[in-house]
């Protein structure tokens, strides 16, 4: 394919996804023309090429398209050499962190406010493992998931509290060996077959130069990865800093 046709390719996959993210809602071809100078045929002739490439699927016959695991899986890889928060972003997570250091008693109030932060920040369930003697692990937010459209199918959400209630299936995937600094698990990356619509965003943290555990965000998988990611790798550092004291 040349290269004014991929890069075409992408944006328009890009789009889809971002409009499913806000809305949460199939997007139709007539809506992502909006954005774009390609005809109407165009648009209709790409998204058609996405669907047969998997990175997008129509949920019925009529309807628009939504992202597949693989669609969110190259919008991710390719947003991670993009992306980087706004000055004004960071300045909010050090307030929050600000906020706590003056309430922290011990290490395991600093893991508890910790996930309350991340939380607080992301709107999601917000994460914190770490490893001393044993696996201690602290999670916050629950409430968000309630709020999102893929989780008010209550079966759906009871699935998501049960994995959550049995830590270890939680741990296996915090604890799994990640050579880089953030790790994405998506849809069904997540090997947890009875809830496919979530996605996890993992970052390692050290105290003292030492690993020691694990941040994440754990979301539905129509999460905003171009916000949540920088989020959630900025946290990781200064975490990192205020531990150190202890």
């Not at 090429?49 to 890889?77: F, I, N």
């Not at 008693?105 to 406010?113: S, Y």
């Not at 997540?190 to 809830?195: A, C, I, T």
């Amino acid at each position: 394919m040349r290269i004014n046709s991929e890069s075409r390719r992408w944006k328009i996959l890009a789009a889809v996804i971002n409009a499913y993210i806000k809305t949460a809602m199939p997007v139709s071809s007539e809506l992502i023309s909006r954005d774009f100078n390609f005809s109407p045929a165009t648009i209709r002739n790409v998204l058609s090429e996405l669907e047969e490439g998997e990175y997008l699927m129509q949920p019925h016959t009529s309807a628009g398209r939504v992202p597949t695991d693989k669609g969110y899986r190259y919008y991710v890889d390719f947003l991670r050499s993009q992306i980087e928060l706004l000055e004004e972003e960071k300045e909010q997570i050090l307030k929050e962190i600000e906020k706590i250091e003056g309430h922290i008693r011990c290490l395991e109030d600093a893991f508890e406010k910790t996930s309350q932060i991340i939380s607080n920040i992301t709107h999601n369930t917000g994460i914190v493992s770490f490893t001393q003697d044993r696996e201690h692990l602290f999670f916050t937010g629950l409430s968000f998931f309630v709020e999102q459209p893929e989780f008010r199918n209550i079966e759906r959400l009871k699935l998501v509290l049960r994995i959550l209630e049995e830590k270890y299936r939680l741990i296996e995937i915090l604890n799994q060996d990640i050579q880089e600094k953030v790790k994405i698990y998506i849809g069904k990356e997540l090997q947890w077959p009875e809830v496919n619509e979530c996605s996890i965003i993992i970052c390692k943290y050290n105290v003292k130069d030492k690993p020691l555990g694990r941040l994440a965000v754990l979301g539905p998988r129509r999460m905003d990865y171009e916000r949540l990611i920088p989020t959630v790798e900025y946290l990781s550092d200064r975490v990192s800093e205020v531990l150190s004291q202890f």
